[in-house]
């Protein structure tokens, strides 16, 4: 009786296939201690840490790590930061990420990271999460970040340059001004970078709101069906550009956002 | 590490009781996630389709669900990525009231909860019945903006927020559970936020 109700019922819908695939240290993602090896600043306001993980694995591009840290008074708390590193070649236990943090100055995680971790340190992590806004490397990607939501368009940027450029991928960039830019010695060809506010003197663009012009060239017409677009950045980033790239002609379902809320 | 700029997060250091652990208090802001791309919804358009092992399937309109009697809901809501909205509302209408009309068979023990969007989320029936579930299309007194689900999203106030699809599109009644989107991608099947339960395994 059950079974032929419900063949009668129209499928429902769908946002695409899974590509997860449980991670070989289990499916369940245990809190461990993180060395600091390194701290580098991006920006004035985004500093990247590079974490030594003795349990870890490496993770796919565009994950993220939950992070919580823990008062003397015994109070927690945890924010998720996403991974800019490529995945660490060597298979693990044991893997290397390197997590970007900005700085909000009215939150309580970022300030408090910035101002008291140091090469030597322990963090404590949890992860990698993440299975809808992660890239594989074997489909075209176009990515599309603002501010601080390049940083796991970063981790696949690198990741497709180490795996020797093997499909079509293009990334846009959207930052307030040169200052703000992060990894900005990394840009090759294949990156637009689009200021809104304050452009390096000779740049064609007028500063300005990413905009259908800038990303009409990006998008091949037809698109390839394997295509996929990642936009990540702020709320009101991400619904511009998103909805920018279905009027230049991407599909819908094949738009995958992140949208980095305003914790701190 | 000197702990000054982490006891800002929780003020005087007294602990809000309303917060489950690991939550922090966003004050009267709302942070948007979604995974996909935001549709442009109209209200006139929209419809709400409640099926699977149901006596008699029905989809409702805007204007036929507005018929329903009002039901709000005052508390909290919880997201999985750490932040809770303390003391807030919703209007809409009671999924125990969509139920009645479409009759629940006995072995129906699961839903799925589906959006416009193909975004899918599963719950057991236990957690979308007797008062624990709404259909809501008014925040706080105002029209449910579209960055937060609206015209019409799905309330589950006491599980992760995720589990409240945006842009409802309809609720599907099974004899068993059925991972929806983020439960394939690494989330936890039910999301309690008081046993903290995020992830797969937690």
């Not at chain 1, 394997?226 to 936009?231: C, G, I, N, Q, R």
């Not at chain 2, 997060?9 to 939550?23: H, I, K, N, S, V």
């Not at chain 2, 006995?106 to 589906?114: C, D, L, N, R, Y």
Request: hydrophobic share 35%; proline share 9%; net charge negative.
């Amino acid at each position: 009786m059950t079974d032929s109700a419900q063949q009668d019922l129209p499928p429902l819908p769908t946002l695409g296939t899974v590509t997860r695939r449980v991670p070989p240290g289990g499916a369940r993602r245990m809190w461990q201690e993180g060395e600091v090896v390194g701290v580098r600043d991006e920006t004035p306001r985004a500093r990247s840490f590079q974490l030594w993980l003795p349990e870890g694995y490496p993770h796919v591009p565009g994950q993220h790590y939950v992070v919580r840290v823990t008062a003397d008074d015994g109070s927690q708390a945890e924010r998720s930061y996403s991974v800019a590193s490529a995945p660490d070649p060597e298979p693990g236990p044991g893997t290397h990420i390197e997590l970007t943090v900005e700085r909000l100055d009215d939150g309580a995680v970022s300030p408090f990271i910035h101002d008291n971790v140091r090469v030597g340190d322990r963090l404590e992590v949890r992860g990698p999460f993440g299975g809808w806004f992660v890239w594989r490397g074997d489909t075209p990607a176009l990515l599309v970040g603002g501010g601080s939501g390049v940083v796991p368009l970063m981790a696949m940027l690198r990741y497709w340059r180490r795996q020797g450029r093997r499909v079509p991928l293009a990334l846009v960039v959207s930052t307030r001004t040169p200052e703000d830019l992060y990894f900005k010695d990394e840009y090759g060809p294949e990156s637009t970078i689009l200021y809104t506010r304050t452009a390096p003197a000779g740049t064609s663009r007028p500063p300005g709101r990413i905009d259908a012009e800038a990303l009409a060239p990006l998008v091949s017409q037809p698109v390839p069906a394997e295509a996929v677009a990642y936009v990540c950045g702020s709320p009101g980033f991400a619904e511009a550009a998103s909805q920018l790239l279905v009027a230049v002609g991407v599909e819908r379902t094949t738009v995958r956002v992140e949208r980095f809320g305003p914790s701190g | 590490m000197s702990p000054t700029s982490l006891r800002r997060l929780f003020g005087t250091g007294e602990r809000d009781p309303r917060l489950p652990p690991g939550q922090y208090d966003v004050g009267s802001t709302w942070p948007v996630l979604t995974a996909e791309v935001s549709p442009r919804l109209r209200a006139e358009d929209w419809t709400l389709r409640i099926d699977g092992l149901v006596d008699k399937g029905r989809t409702w309109t805007w204007d036929q669900i507005h018929k329903v009697s009002s039901s709000t809901y005052s508390g909290d809501i919880h997201c999985v990525t750490t932040w809770s909205k303390l003391g807030t509302s919703f209007t809409g209408v009671s999924v125990d009231d969509l139920f009645a009309e479409v009759g629940v068979r006995p072995e129906a023990t699961h839903v799925i909860a589906w959006s416009v969007t193909g975004y899918t989320t599963n719950l057991p029936i236990e957690h979308v019945i007797d008062g624990k579930a709404w259909i809501v299309w008014e925040h706080e007194g105002k029209p449910l903006p579209p960055e937060h689900g609206g015209p019409v999203r799905m309330l589950v106030p006491h599980l992760y927020f995720w589990k409240s699809a945006k842009w409802i599109g309809g609720i599907r009644l099974l004899d068993h559970d059925e991972p929806g989107f983020w439960e394939q991608r690494g989330y936890h099947m039910l999301g309690d936020p008081w046993l903290e339960q995020r992830y797969e395994g937690d």
